[in-house]
């Protein structure tokens, strides 16, 4: 059994990529992995809170690795923390890491080159994947999602904060990604096949931070869930 430790972001890449590896035979997701700004304790670019991580990592069922990062964050502070839980990885029968890219090979080239003095096994499981039809098969699915954070520059602000759904995709303008791949926008799920069942929450303000807009989110109302299961895996 390839036990695989699962980059997380929130986002809607990373939940299908969780969907597909556990349809894999031999594959077992063994952990989530999310990288934290720790000035704010939220995921960076889609400026999520911890909480909603947790409730998202206890929907499915997985334990989640945490590595806080400094804001503004050097590239050797994030490579010496990434080192770090790749050590841990490795120490704990960990065998490879999955990611949700899947078109830049840039980003798919540094991922490999870190990974390799590790002896982690990199994974693409959406990798060439057609992402006009992709997003398509994620709604079509029941994958639910927010969009978090929009990059103004590419498209209109008044499209963060909306649901990632036929009609989100539908007036999407045509040079940007259905999957904002390129960095137009990003998501947060809060239902999607990986999951045990749906994660309330509730969307808030809307702001522009350092060039970006955010669509602020919460839990909404009592969850009755704890945190995310840790077992050997507590950060």
């Known amino acids: 059994m390839k036990r695989v430790l699962l980059a997380w972001s929130s ?24 990288t934290l700004n720790e000035a704010v304790d939220a995921v960076a670019m889609h400026h999520v809170p911890r909480p909603l991580i947790e409730l998202q990592a206890r929907a499915a069922g997985l334990p989640l690795w945490t590595v806080p990062l400094p804001w503004p964050c050097l590239n050797e502070t994030y490579e010496t923390r990434m080192a770090e839980a790749c050590a841990r990885a490795r120490a704990e029968g960990i065998h490879a890491v999955a990611f949700g890219d899947l078109f830049l090979k840039d980003v798919r080239a540094y991922r490999e080159r870190m990974l390799a003095p590790t002896g982690l096994e990199p994974l693409f499981p959406l990798w060439g994947l057609d992402t006009r039809a992709l997003a398509h098969e994620m709604v079509a699915a029941g994958q639910r999602a927010l969009v978090t954070t929009i990059d103004p520059r590419r498209l209109p ?5 909306r649901d990632f759904d036929e009609g989100f995709l539908a007036s999407l303008p045509p040079e940007i990604d259905p999957c904002g791949e390129n960095g137009e926008f990003h998501t947060f799920v809060h239902q999607s096949p990986a999951f045990a069942h749906a994660i309330p929450c509730q969307p808030g303000e809307t702001i522009e931070l350092n060039g970006f807009v955010y669509t602020a989110l919460r839990p909404a109302g009592p969850t009755g869930l704890s945190p995310a299961p840790s077992g050997s895996s507590r950060t």
């Open 11 to 34: 986002g809607k890449d990373c939940s299908w990529a969780l969907h597909l590896l556990r349809q894999q035979p031999g594959i077992e997701v063994a952990a989530l992995l999310t």
């Open 157 to 161: 602000a008044t499209f963060c904060g």
